[in-house]
């Protein structure tokens, strides 16, 4: 059960960032440093989708809170988008 949910959590945002991200000012994303957010999907993406109404909450996903976050919220493009028009790392 909690091998089916981190592969899921890893794979999903990684598909998005790679198929959705082409045409786009790219926010920061360093992939080494950055898999920690990519990893924490299922935590971030129940504030994305409204579940957590706190946006702040995302930066308690992962160990290195908002310094982390703000570094590679541009590994997904949902997160990008959501983190830019919250202006969240501004
Ligand atoms: C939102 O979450 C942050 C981080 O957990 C917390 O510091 C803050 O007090 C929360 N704000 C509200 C309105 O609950």
Redesign the pocket.
Known sequence: MMQATTVLCLLLPLATALAVRQDQQPGPCDPAPCYEVIDSAACWSAVLMGQEK?A??IF?CVPGGKEEMCRCYGCDSILDKFVVSHQMCS
């Open positions: 706190n702040t909450k308690d």
